[in-house]
């Protein structure tokens, strides 16, 4: 077996790989963020794309290492990684894409094209095609440019009479937003409803939808025909991965419209075989997880950091579960500028520029919003102590 004692033996057995010998310590105990002159952070601000989502769970990052060592072929390992995805969740099919941007790319080009081969080296030239996706108008999002770049035209509906009024023979999907499910006049099991009664295509986006662990099914148990998630937030997977899960005809024709075929749209969502078995392994692990036990943990922080910052006189820090979207105990702080000199821009700033750097975000309804699901151990103490140093300087 070749390991690193293995090889530590041959490199001073061997004058010629001795040489190698100060270039493989230094391998090992190279701090790269640190020679880019990049900082790490600790993240109070979510699983954000911009700020790297969130950390791969240990299991994946084995799967990860252990992938890095073999050649397979990759269509094999589509197969087998998503059959076995889908088994875990209760869907007819899945794969692991690249995001759950790409997901909308080609759960729309499946929806689209099916299997035909001159539709998928076409589009997004879409003439002849199926070619108009309807979504409810509170529903339209910055994403949907994922869904766009096939080619299709957007019908915005209000209502169910709506709705129906628009679909025809040109009509290849009807799109849900999760995270709007409340903005709406049609909610989301009468979507899904009306997709089977009307023989339209349904997809929902849930890319930030997990917690909790049975949405993993929920909505293919809802009637959905495809259903995306990001494999880089809550499970844990790598941040550049997501899930496609639902019919086997539709998870077939996503599969043609992306790699490795080459004259695809998306071809370009790359996902490699170290990708698709940490997706694999942090989709186990996510659904044998103690769920309770880590919502305590949140808990648990959220009340770090609010006792910390609630003893200034003028701030107020509140506890908040959101209804749909990154679905976890977060917090709400907010100040009376009166007695608390001092806008959020300059507290997020000063949280951003301090050693250590803190990401925090501002929220609509208070002036700041933390979430602690990606803080480490001992973190929420150190957010919770920085926060409050800088409101206390400002009263």
């Known amino acids: 077996m070749f390991n690193r004692r293995w090889f530590l033996t041959l490199l001073s057995s061997s004058p010629f790989l001795a040489n190698f010998r100060p270039l493989f310590g230094r391998l090992n105990n190279r701090d790269y963020f640190a020679e880019l002159g990049v900082r790490p952070i600790i993240n109070a601000a979510g699983t954000s794309t911009a700020l790297s989502g969130s950390l791969m769970r240990p299991e994946a990052i084995h ?15 589509h197969d087998a990684v998503g059959s076995r995805i889908a088994s875990l969740v209760g869907s007819e099919a899945a794969l692991v894409s690249a995001g759950a941007a790409s997901a909308l790319t080609l759960g729309t080009a499946a929806c689209i094209t099916g299997s035909n081969e001159e539709f998928i080296k076409r589009i997004p030239d879409t003439s002849g095609m199926r070619d108009e996706v309807i979504i409810q108008k509170s529903h339209r ?65 849930c890319a930030a939808d997990v917690t909790p662990a049975d949405n993993l099914n929920k909505f293919i148990r809802m009637g959905f025909d495809l259903v995306t998630f990001s494999g880089g937030k809550a499970m844990r997977g790598p941040q550049s ?39 694999l392994v942090a989709v186990e692990t996510y659904l044998q997880l103690d769920h309770e036990k880590d919502w305590k943990e949140w808990e648990r922080q959220v009340e770090t950091i609010a006792k910390r910052v609630g003893k200034i006189s003028g701030v107020q820090a509140e506890r908040f579960v959101p209804p749909i979207a990154n679905r976890s105990p977060q917090l709400h702080i907010g100040w ?8 959020r821009d300059q507290v997020i700033e000063q949280l951003r520029d301090g050693d250590p750097a803190i990401e925090a975000r501002p929220w609509e309804k208070a002036e700041l919003e933390i979430l602690v699901w990606t803080l480490q151990p001992g973190e929420a103490k150190i957010v919770g102590r920085r926060i409050a140093e800088i409101l206390k300087a400002a009263v």
Not at 63 to 77: I, M, P
Not at 246 to 268: M, Y
């Open 241 to 279: 991965t997501g899930l496609l899960l639902g019919r086997q005809d539709l998870i077939a024709a996503a599969r043609l419209n992306g790699l490795p075929h080459a004259n695809t749209i998306g071809r370009g969502m790359k996902v490699n075989k170290e990708e698709m078995l940490a997706m």
């Open 336 to 343: 009376d500028r009166s007695r608390v000199g001092i806008h």
């Open 63 to 77: 799967a990860w290492e252990y992938a890095t060592r073999k050649f397979v072929n990759l269509d094999q390992l």
């Open 141 to 205: 999002f910055s994403y949907d440019h994922a869904v766009r770049n096939c080619g299709v035209r957007m019908v915005e509906v209000e209502t169910v009479d709506e709705l129906v009024a628009a679909a025809g023979s040109r009509t290849a999907m009807m799109l849900f937003l999760n995270l709007a499910d409340e903005k709406g006049q049609i909610q989301v099991a009468e979507f899904a409803g009306l997709g089977k009664r009307l023989g339209i295509p349904t997809f929902i986006d």
